[in-house]
Protein backbone atom coordinates (compact mmCIF):
# COMPACT_ATOMS: atom_id res chain seq x y z
CA UNK A 1 0.00 0.00 0.00
CA UNK A 2 0.87 3.97 -0.35
CA UNK A 3 3.27 4.89 2.49
CA UNK A 4 3.52 8.58 3.84
CA UNK A 5 6.50 10.39 5.40
CA UNK A 6 6.66 12.96 7.42
CA UNK A 7 10.04 14.57 8.66
CA UNK A 8 11.59 15.89 10.91
CA UNK A 9 9.54 13.62 13.45
CA UNK A 10 10.09 16.11 15.97
CA UNK A 11 11.11 19.89 15.79
CA UNK A 12 12.00 22.60 18.36
CA UNK A 13 11.75 25.96 17.45
CA UNK A 14 12.44 29.77 18.92
CA UNK A 15 9.69 31.51 18.85
CA UNK A 16 9.54 33.55 15.45
CA UNK A 17 11.70 31.10 13.44
CA UNK A 18 10.76 29.93 10.07
CA UNK A 19 10.46 25.41 9.29
CA UNK A 20 9.59 23.78 6.35
CA UNK A 21 7.75 20.57 7.19
CA UNK A 22 8.27 18.05 4.34
CA UNK A 23 5.38 15.15 3.72
CA UNK A 24 6.59 12.12 0.87
CA UNK A 25 4.28 9.88 0.02
CA UNK A 26 5.20 6.33 -2.35
CA UNK A 27 2.03 6.22 -4.93
CA UNK A 28 -0.16 8.69 -7.08
CA UNK A 29 -2.96 10.03 -4.66
CA UNK A 30 -6.42 11.96 -5.37
CA UNK A 31 -5.62 14.63 -2.72
CA UNK A 32 -3.57 15.51 0.21
CA UNK A 33 -4.56 17.50 3.22
CA UNK A 34 -2.37 19.29 5.83
CA UNK A 35 -3.69 18.87 9.29
CA UNK A 36 -2.87 20.67 12.93
CA UNK A 37 -3.69 18.67 15.77
CA UNK A 38 -3.56 20.80 18.89
CA UNK A 39 -3.36 19.66 22.61
CA UNK A 40 -6.82 18.71 22.92
CA UNK A 41 -6.75 16.33 20.42
CA UNK A 42 -8.70 18.62 17.47
CA UNK A 43 -7.46 18.16 13.93
CA UNK A 44 -7.65 21.85 12.03
CA UNK A 45 -7.26 21.66 8.01
CA UNK A 46 -4.16 23.82 7.33
CA UNK A 47 -4.56 22.80 3.67
CA UNK A 48 -6.69 20.95 1.03
CA UNK A 49 -3.66 20.27 -1.48
CA UNK A 50 -3.28 18.16 -4.13
CA UNK A 51 -1.17 20.01 -6.49
CA UNK A 52 0.37 23.47 -6.80
CA UNK A 53 1.02 26.23 -3.94
CA UNK A 54 -1.19 27.64 -1.33
CA UNK A 55 -0.83 30.26 1.25
CA UNK A 56 -2.58 31.27 4.18
CA UNK A 57 -1.42 33.71 6.80
CA UNK A 58 1.96 32.68 8.09
CA UNK A 59 1.57 29.47 6.69
CA UNK A 60 1.72 27.89 2.74
CA UNK A 61 2.18 24.87 1.32
CA UNK A 62 3.17 23.09 -2.03
CA UNK A 63 2.82 20.08 -3.31
CA UNK A 64 4.45 18.54 -6.52
CA UNK A 65 2.29 15.90 -7.47
CA UNK A 66 4.82 13.95 -9.78
CA UNK A 67 7.44 13.86 -7.08
CA UNK A 68 5.28 12.77 -4.68
CA UNK A 69 6.05 15.37 -1.99
CA UNK A 70 4.33 18.30 -0.09
CA UNK A 71 6.12 21.09 1.80
CA UNK A 72 4.31 22.78 4.58
CA UNK A 73 5.79 26.11 5.52
CA UNK A 74 5.80 28.09 8.93
CA UNK A 75 6.97 31.43 9.13
CA UNK A 76 7.29 33.71 12.60
CA UNK A 77 6.27 30.73 14.02
CA UNK A 78 4.25 31.55 17.44
CA UNK A 79 3.76 29.41 20.28
CA UNK A 80 0.18 28.48 19.44
CA UNK A 81 1.29 26.69 16.47
CA UNK A 82 3.01 23.88 18.68
CA UNK A 83 1.37 20.90 18.08
CA UNK A 84 0.88 17.86 15.77
CA UNK A 85 0.95 18.54 12.32
CA UNK A 86 0.12 15.61 9.68
CA UNK A 87 -0.01 15.16 6.13
CA UNK A 88 -2.89 12.85 5.06
CA UNK A 89 -2.89 11.70 1.20
CA UNK A 90 -6.32 9.96 -0.38
CA UNK A 91 -6.65 7.77 -2.74
CA UNK A 92 -9.03 4.82 -4.50
CA UNK A 93 -11.44 7.10 -3.90
CA UNK A 94 -12.24 6.43 -0.71
CA UNK A 95 -8.74 5.16 1.52
CA UNK A 96 -7.13 8.03 3.86
CA UNK A 97 -3.53 7.31 4.95
CA UNK A 98 -2.17 9.81 7.47
CA UNK A 99 1.96 10.12 8.18
CA UNK A 100 3.10 9.75 11.60
CA UNK A 101 3.25 13.62 12.46
CA UNK A 102 5.75 15.99 12.69
CA UNK A 103 5.23 17.29 16.32
CA UNK A 104 6.35 21.11 16.89
CA UNK A 105 7.17 22.82 20.14
CA UNK A 106 7.40 26.45 19.56
CA UNK A 107 9.46 27.84 22.83
CA UNK A 108 8.51 31.59 24.06
CA UNK B 1 -22.38 26.25 9.40
CA UNK B 2 -22.47 23.43 11.72
CA UNK B 3 -19.51 21.47 12.08
CA UNK B 4 -18.66 18.20 12.71
CA UNK B 5 -20.01 16.92 16.25
CA UNK B 6 -19.35 13.80 17.88
CA UNK B 7 -20.66 11.96 20.74
CA UNK B 8 -19.63 11.13 23.32
CA UNK B 9 -16.53 13.43 24.39
CA UNK B 10 -15.77 10.80 26.87
CA UNK B 11 -16.78 7.18 27.36
CA UNK B 12 -14.93 4.44 30.00
CA UNK B 13 -16.01 0.56 29.03
CA UNK B 14 -14.87 -2.88 30.31
CA UNK B 15 -13.74 -5.43 27.68
CA UNK B 16 -16.18 -7.61 26.50
CA UNK B 17 -18.80 -4.83 26.12
CA UNK B 18 -20.44 -3.02 22.79
CA UNK B 19 -20.17 0.44 21.95
CA UNK B 20 -21.70 3.07 19.93
CA UNK B 21 -20.29 6.53 19.20
CA UNK B 22 -22.27 9.11 16.96
CA UNK B 23 -21.02 11.73 14.53
CA UNK B 24 -23.13 14.12 13.11
CA UNK B 25 -22.19 15.29 9.53
CA UNK B 26 -21.22 18.97 8.85
CA UNK B 27 -24.30 20.59 6.39
CA UNK B 28 -24.26 19.83 3.18
CA UNK B 29 -21.62 16.75 3.62
CA UNK B 30 -22.52 13.12 2.20
CA UNK B 31 -19.63 11.07 2.83
CA UNK B 32 -18.48 10.10 6.31
CA UNK B 33 -15.01 8.75 7.19
CA UNK B 34 -14.05 7.14 10.47
CA UNK B 35 -10.48 6.84 12.22
CA UNK B 36 -9.04 5.03 15.37
CA UNK B 37 -6.08 7.45 16.89
CA UNK B 38 -4.00 5.59 19.42
CA UNK B 39 -1.41 8.12 21.68
CA UNK B 40 0.90 9.31 20.09
CA UNK B 41 0.02 7.59 16.09
CA UNK B 42 -1.48 9.14 13.76
CA UNK B 43 -4.99 7.97 12.89
CA UNK B 44 -6.04 4.91 11.34
CA UNK B 45 -8.60 4.61 8.97
CA UNK B 46 -11.40 2.16 9.77
CA UNK B 47 -13.79 3.04 7.24
CA UNK B 48 -15.67 5.30 4.76
CA UNK B 49 -19.45 5.70 4.19
CA UNK B 50 -21.13 7.45 1.21
CA UNK B 51 -24.54 8.28 0.60
CA UNK B 52 -25.41 5.67 3.04
CA UNK B 53 -23.44 2.99 1.57
CA UNK B 54 -20.38 1.49 2.94
CA UNK B 55 -17.36 2.43 0.28
CA UNK B 56 -14.17 1.31 1.71
CA UNK B 57 -12.75 0.01 4.68
CA UNK B 58 -9.51 -0.35 6.06
CA UNK B 59 -7.61 -3.13 8.19
CA UNK B 60 -10.04 -3.12 10.89
CA UNK B 61 -11.86 -6.36 12.24
CA UNK B 62 -16.20 -7.31 11.47
CA UNK B 63 -16.51 -6.28 15.00
CA UNK B 64 -15.77 -2.75 13.93
CA UNK B 65 -19.03 -1.82 12.01
CA UNK B 66 -21.19 1.20 10.91
CA UNK B 67 -24.00 2.97 9.98
CA UNK B 68 -24.74 6.03 8.07
CA UNK B 69 -28.62 7.51 7.64
CA UNK B 70 -30.62 9.55 5.21
CA UNK B 71 -29.53 12.48 7.01
CA UNK B 72 -25.88 11.47 6.75
CA UNK B 73 -25.25 11.71 10.33
CA UNK B 74 -23.14 8.15 11.31
CA UNK B 75 -22.56 5.16 13.59
CA UNK B 76 -19.73 3.54 14.45
CA UNK B 77 -19.80 0.23 16.16
CA UNK B 78 -17.45 -1.73 17.86
CA UNK B 79 -18.40 -5.30 19.44
CA UNK B 80 -16.56 -7.85 22.03
CA UNK B 81 -14.05 -4.51 23.17
CA UNK B 82 -10.24 -5.42 23.72
CA UNK B 83 -8.04 -3.26 25.86
CA UNK B 84 -6.14 -1.84 22.52
CA UNK B 85 -9.67 -0.59 21.25
CA UNK B 86 -8.33 2.43 23.61
CA UNK B 87 -7.77 5.61 21.41
CA UNK B 88 -9.40 8.52 20.35
CA UNK B 89 -12.06 7.72 17.41
CA UNK B 90 -12.50 10.61 14.95
CA UNK B 91 -15.29 11.18 12.52
CA UNK B 92 -14.49 13.32 9.29
CA UNK B 93 -16.84 14.73 6.63
CA UNK B 94 -16.91 16.00 3.23
CA UNK B 95 -19.25 17.36 0.59
CA UNK B 96 -18.66 14.39 -1.90
CA UNK B 97 -15.96 11.69 -2.61
CA UNK B 98 -12.32 12.88 -2.81
CA UNK B 99 -13.43 16.32 -1.36
CA UNK B 100 -11.46 18.11 1.84
CA UNK B 101 -12.41 16.41 5.41
CA UNK B 102 -13.41 18.23 8.37
CA UNK B 103 -13.15 16.44 11.30
CA UNK B 104 -14.97 16.40 14.31
CA UNK B 105 -13.20 16.56 18.18
CA UNK B 106 -13.17 13.20 18.32
CA UNK B 107 -14.27 10.58 20.97
CA UNK B 108 -12.12 9.26 23.50
CA UNK B 109 -12.96 5.54 24.76
CA UNK B 110 -10.99 3.91 27.52
CA UNK B 111 -11.14 0.36 27.54
CA UNK B 112 -10.68 -1.00 31.25
Known amino acids: GIQVEQSPPDLILQEGANSTLRCNFSDSVNNLQWFHQNPWGQLINLFYIPSGTKQNGRLSATTVATERYSLLYISSSQTTDSGVYFC??????????FGAGTRLFVKA | ETGVTQSPTHLIKTRGQQVTLRCSSQSGHNTVSWYQQALGQGPQFIFQYYREEENGRGNFPPRFSGLQFPNYSSELNVNALELDDSALYLCASSSDLAQPQHFGDGTRLSIL
Open chain 1, 88 to 97: AVSFGGFKTI
